[in-house]
């Protein structure tokens, strides 16, 4: 099933982790109109920073959602969410810094760890640009740069 032209849906739910576990991350279909939703944002992303994302993850049933660690409540349950770099443009705080300064309409941006940017769509997008790089400390609105200096 294609979305957008360069995301399809085996692009979105592909997981090496769900393959060595195997685990089926088949989504049910209530998700796939999310998916086509996260698709669309991904293709606006594409097209903003000009070169190819690179997908470490989309889509994430539950059960690989709980073998990765990842929240009960995460977006990416709901076929909303993707995590991604993109080197041909940049860093993935350059790639932050790029969304964030765009017309996109995004529910969350997320700076994570600063090694990957989390990007979410939903229907009522919050326009959230955050950045993680400590789990206890947790998550800081705007774009930090992991030295304690606020970007944006």
Partial sequence: MLFTPNFP???LIRSETAEQHGIDNSPPAEVIANLAML????EAVQA????PLEISSGY???ALNERVGGSDTSQHVRGL?????????????EVARAIGASVIAYDQCILEFGQWVHI???PEPRGRLLSIFDSEEGYLAGLWDGQGNRLA
């Fill in 9 to 11: 849906l085996a692009l």
């Fill in 48 to 51: 903003l920073l000009g070169q």
């Fill in 81 to 93: 969410a993707a995590d991604f770099v993109c080197p041909g443009f940049g860093t993935p705080l």
């Fill in 39 to 42: 698709a669309g944002g991904l």
């Fill in 60 to 62: 994430r049933c539950p």
């Fill in 120 to 122: 979410s769509f939903s």
